[in-house]
């Protein structure tokens, strides 16, 4: 689809037409599942985080500057709504453990033996505030003041969160290394 292509699409939508909305859902809708996935941990809920964001992209396509990237406008959403997924839904107390707040390196050769959707897979398996910490500060590049203002945790939390989902990857990269040096 071409960008002029989008742009109509996302006029139409403007205007609540069901097909162009349909049209630019479908259109983005692998982009979408993708961003939600780091997110969610499962694909139900990665596709409920999808389907919420889109109902706020639909109501709030007025406020889209055809300026801008969509795709990071409806990046943006989505993340956003993946963090109020995650602050509706946490059912985890936050605890705070600067301790374990310092930087954890992994062995580069054991990160090349493993695919893209290897290590994703490894992220997704952390637990839910971990892996929200995770991909925020990591994937999104957010700061810690702003990971903690946006789950309404304190900065130490988000710093300790990171760290011990830093730890619990390295420990689960250097098991699947260890595991393929074993078969292999």
């Given amino acids: 689809m071409t960008k002029d292509q989008i742009v109509t699409l996302i006029n139409a939508c403007r205007k609540n037409d069901r097909e162009s909305q349909q049209a630019l859902y479908r259109h983005f809708y692998n982009y979408g599942m993708t961003i939600c996935m780091r997110y969610a941990g499962t694909r139900e809920e990665a596709k409920e985080i999808l389907n919420d964001g889109f109902v706020k992209v639909f109501l709030k396509i007025d406020r889209y500057s055809p300026n801008l990237s969509f795709k990071g406008w409806l990046n943006k959403i989505l993340v956003n709504t993946a963090i109020d997924h995650f602050r509706k839904f946490q059912n985890e ?88 040096n074993v078969s292999g």
């Fill in 93 to 180: 107390p936050q605890t705070v453990d600067l301790i374990h707040a310092q930087h954890y390196e992994v062995e580069s050769e054991a990160l090349l033996n493993l695919s893209v959707e290897a290590i994703f897979d490894l992220i997704n398996k952390l637990p839910p505030a971990y892996r929200m910490a995770f991909n925020l500060y990591a994937v999104e590049g957010y700061k810690h003041s702003e990971i903690a203002e946006k789950l309404g945790i304190s900065v130490g939390t988000s710093k300790s969160n990171l760290a011990k989902a830093k730890m619990k990857l390295k420990s689960m990269i250097t098991k699947a290394d260890d595991w393929r």
